[in-house]
């Protein structure tokens, strides 16, 4: 079991506390909160770009240890081509142009 109710009590009582010194902190030094719709995997380009072929990657392989997990991840992103980061990047504008096309009404299936 990784939390029993104690802990479960006091992480929500944390979370709670740094919520409201948040808040404060922002009306203090006057910040606007910008209202946004939830996450899309299709706009995040760690979810769209870098996730999905990690995920494929590894798919099927399994791991002794955290360690070797992590040596495989690093592995993987050595023989990564240079442009892989760049082509993400520019890939991700016709994609928030739809979104801003469409009002934020964006899911691509």
């Not at 009306?27 to 909160?33: G, P």
Request: net charge negative.
């Amino acid at each position: 079991m990784l939390f029993d109710a104690k802990d479960l009590d006091s992480c929500v009582a944390e979370l709670s506390f740094t919520a409201k010194r948040t808040k404060e902190w922002l009306e203090r030094y006057k910040w606007y909160i910008i209202v946004h719709p939830a996450p899309c995997p299709d706009l995040a380009p760690s979810d769209f770009h870098l996730f999905g072929p990690l995920k494929r990657y590894l798919g099927g392989k399994k791991f002794e240890d955290e360690d070797e997990l992590i040596g495989e991840v690093r592995d993987w992103f050595s023989k990564l081509d240079p442009n892989f980061f760049t082509q993400g990047i520019y890939s991700l504008l016709p994609r928030w142009q739809k979104c801003i096309a469409l009002h934020g009404n964006y899911i691509e299936k």
